[in-house]
Nanobody
Framework: QVQLVESGGGLVPPGGSLTLSCAASGTTFSITVMGWYRQAPGKQRELVASISSGGDINYADSVKGRFTISRGNAKNMVYLQMNSLRPDDTAVYYC??????????WGQGTQVTVSS
């Protein structure tokens, strides 16, 4: 089992920045990919960014050039640096961890609101 705890959400004006953090615990050796998803009201959950244990990174087109995903030295932390935030980035952001046998684990979610 893997447990994920997110932190760092909040209210930020358009153009501002936030950094989300996710701490993984439990059987973290089984994790092959960690990532961030988001879900806005009335919309489906979507991938924002992911990073594999080998360092392969993927971003949604809507966040390329603005968001940066990274992992901590201990490999049990993943971060999402979000710059130039826009109102349409408003959503609940979820940390995700996936294992080699495609088991998915989710954090509880953290709210990001971009508004003046």
């Amino acid at each position: 089992q893997v447990q994920l705890v997110e932190s760092g959400g909040g209210l930020v004006p358009p153009g501002g920045s936030l950094t989300l953090s996710c701490a993984a615990s439990g059987t973290t050796f089984s994790i092959t990919v960690m990532g961030w998803y988001r879900q806005a009201p009335g919309k489906q959950r979507e991938l924002v960014a992911s990073i594999s244990s080998g360092g392969d990174i993927n971003y949604a087109d809507s966040v390329k050039g603005r968001f940066t995903i990274s992992r901590g030295n201990a490999k049990n932390m993943v971060y999402l640096q979000m710059n130039s935030l826009r109102p349409d980035d408003t959503a609940v952001y979820y940390c995700n961890a996936r294992t080699a046998i495609w088991t998915n684990y989710w954090g509880q979610g953290t709210q990001v609101t971009v508004s003046s």
